[in-house]
């Protein structure tokens, strides 16, 4: 039976009566009709990402129906390591490594085998299903793609773990090349919506991202692929990243909050509320039922002390910290997710 966070049923106290719903947006009703095979549509995603506050509790209940369907009460766990620091010819924004960023982040080339097998061994320590292996890069170059083709082997063969690849711009050769030395997933986010792209980013194009993901699938790998709330975009873009995503049949989605780093173009820029971050979560549930749906870069700062009830609709996060920035300590981690009755898998759901 599915798990219903607003507890209906309960009797109202003598001489009150029960508050009305707020609004009549029928979620439970949309999940019945994913559930049983329907969709979700543009105009009904809007309506999630508009529906009030007091609603919040109903659109998770529905949601996590969604969840349970596809995954169960489990949690999966990423590790991120950054392979390769700031360095970058792009101008993305957002982020603390691109060219234009003036963030005091560590710069360094791809790491040796040393460093990369010592990051894989705390992986599987915390219990993580996946190993992520990032560089900051407009794509990988030969050494960088040689390095990568060495450890890949080597980490699986002594730790047992998936490999997710985020190495920028992928050509269809070097997709297959990754494919060939045994990566299991290729990260690429489209982080946005395609109208909105050219305002966070100048140096390529949405469909640069769009056709790495389609190599990454046509060599026979998992895409993994999402996006970044909070960067001025509009609802309309959010809704558009979400179904783009759908219709890539992207196998993994994870979903960051805008961590605005001072010294990038988005410095001080922080519009998000955790209502806002729970309401984007569940529509990226509704539209994407069956994908893992990971919690990611900036839900310490923005979903705060609310951060457990995103698990009630996405089934996954990174333990320890991201690329340039601090993350949630793992030991608290790992409390959440037991008190919230969840358990950690290194199995994929549905």
Known sequence: MATDLTTPGTSAPAGSSAPPSTSAVPFDAWADRILDGGELTRDEAKQILESPDDDLLRLLSAGFRLRQQHFGKTVQLYFLMNAKSGLCPEDCHYCSQSKISEAPVPKYNILKRDALMDAAKVAAERGAKTYCLVISARGPNEREMKAVEEIVPEIKKQYGLDICACLG????????????????RVNHNLNTGEEYYAEICTTHTYADRVQTLRHVRDAGMEMCSGGIIGMGETYDDIISMAFDLKELGVQSIPLNFLNSIDGTPLEGKKDLSPQDCLRALAMFRFVNPSRELRISGGREIH????QPLGLYVANSVFVGDYLTTKGQAPDEDYQMIKDLGFEVTTSVGE
């Open 303 to 306: 979903l705060r002390t609310l």
């Open 169 to 184: 711009l992928l050509s269809k050769e070097q997709a297959d090349r990754l494919k060939a030395c045994g990566v299991d």
